[in-house]
């Protein structure tokens, strides 16, 4: 039980364009889950907590009309970079807290490698 | 600042010994730490969380200790494998529904 997807695991785009990921808990309810970015040999950074029916909370320094958050249900958040850039690349990771065992433990995906050329 | 420090050099040991990583944190009041798993190219797995008030867990051949005073947690893996190669990482809780603080991670190299 308690498995996180992310779709796609990998994407290559041109500079200026947007890009789409997809988070999914598999196997259970999330009310919250959170999206983090991790640069090559480095610890992930906390991006934004994202909220079942409401608006997102970004971590300070993270530009939320770049990150769009959307967390339309209790299954599925999505990040949108927009206008991606050559720094904008780097390994987006989600997680999602499961409703049903208050321990907050988090359950990570298996990251979105994102390449902008 | 808050800090939450691993050493950043990677641990090698022989297949076999007990594998020991340390977590410090400065100006923090975790009310939980937990230490996760992680692979080249792949999102973290979670192992082992130990609240505040526990000095000690275990799991299989992973225990994990707390010292509040000390400001420090110790995560050992007994009887290395080298299956158990991977980079290892502590996070921090200051209250439950909150976010997690990550450390840098420690990469564990275990030879056969």
């Known amino acids: 039980g308690a498995v996180v997807s992310q779709h796609p695991s990998w994407v290559i785009c041109k500079s200026g364009t947007s890009v789409k990921i997809e988070c999914r808990s598999l196997d259970f309810q999330a009310t919250t889950m959170f999206w983090y970015r991790q640069f090559p040999k480095q610890s992930l950074m906390l991006m934004a907590t994202?909220?079942?029916?409401?608006?997102?909370?970004?971590e300070q320094g993270v530009e939320k009309d770049k990150f769009l958050i959307n967390h339309a249900s209790l299954t599925l958040s999505t990040l949108t970079v927009t206008s991606a850039h050559p720094e904008d690349s780097s390994f987006y990771i989600c997680?999602?807290?499961?409703?049903?065992?208050?321990?907050?433990?988090?359950?990570f995906g298996p990251g979105t490698r994102l390449t902008v050329l | 600042s808050q800090k939450i420090e691993q050493n950043s050099e990677a641990l090698n040991i022989q297949e076999g010994k007990t594998a020991t990583l340390t977590c410090n944190y400065t100006?923090?009041?975790?009310?939980?730490l937990q230490w996760y798993r992680q692979d080249p190219g792949r999102g973290p797995v979670f192992l082992l969380l130990i609240r505040e008030n526990e000095k000690e867990k275990r799991k299989e051949r992973l225990k994990v200790t707390f010292d509040t005073t000390l400001k420090q947690s110790l995560f050992h893996i007994t009887a290395s494998q080298p299956a158990d190669s991977a980079t290892y990482l502590c996070?921090?809780?200051?209250?439950?529904?909150?976010?997690?603080?990550f450390g840098g991670g420690t990469r564990v190299l275990v030879k056969p």
């Open positions: 994202s909220n079942e029916g409401s608006k997102a909370t970004y």
């Open positions: 997680s999602a807290r499961d409703l049903a065992h208050p321990t907050d433990t988090q359950y």
């Open positions: 996070a921090l809780l200051k209250a439950a529904g909150n976010k997690l603080t």
């Open positions: 100006n923090y009041s975790p009310a939980y």
